[in-house]
């Protein structure tokens, strides 16, 4: 059986977009690994990080690059209420991907259970790729799978569309 080419990476994703890279997240929560520092300062006293921290690396300017392209980068969340510690953090650090450009929404998981969600988390560019974020039951990110199959795409797209407009915008949405 052939190899599959490995999953583009978030700047190369990213940068091949011309009209809208559409993130969906589908966990409550995720191993923190390089973020443990700043989610345990987080948890201790609610501190989030600067937008010029380490902790930001190339996020924040790759989504501002992006934005100043006229590419829309969409955020949707799908959480479980009450939420999760991590989903809080999530909350808490958001400001700093809206003041990039991204905008971001929130949909608690009672109002998802009559949409057609697929199995991961995915980023979906252009409607033409798709870069499934995979995860272990930890929440450890094992490695992505990437896919141009129509019917993926057509999934996400459905999937990612039927979300956002069911979804609260960050500004509203309360935990």
Not at 58 to 72: D, M, N
Not at 125 to 132: A, G, K, N, P, W
């Amino acid at each position: 059986m052939p190899q599959k080419p490995p999953a583009p990476s978030f700047e190369d994703l990213l940068d091949s977009a011309r009209q809208h890279a559409l993130h969906l997240e589908l966990r409550d929560v995720y191993a923190v690994g390089e973020e443990r520092e700043v989610y345990d300062a987080f948890l201790r006293d609610g501190s989030v990080p600067a937008d010029d921290s380490e902790f930001w690396g190339g996020w924040l300017p790759l989504v501002e690059r992006t934005v100043a392209r006229g590419v829309k980068v969409l955020r949707a969340r799908v959480v479980s209420e009450p939420v999760t510690e991590y989903i809080r953090f999530e909350h808490a650090i958001t400001d700093a991907n809206l003041r990039a450009g991204e905008e971001v929404r929130w949909l608690p998981r009672r109002r998802a259970s009559t949409l057609s969600l697929p199995g991961n988390d995915f980023w979906l560019i252009d409607d033409q790729v798709v870069r499934f974020n995979v995860f272990s039951g930890d929440g450890e990110a094992l490695e992505p799978e990437h896919t141009e199959d129509p019917s993926a795409v057509k999934l996400c797209a459905e999937a990612f569309r039927s979300v956002w407009d069911l979804a609260t915008p960050h500004a509203d949405y309360r935990i």
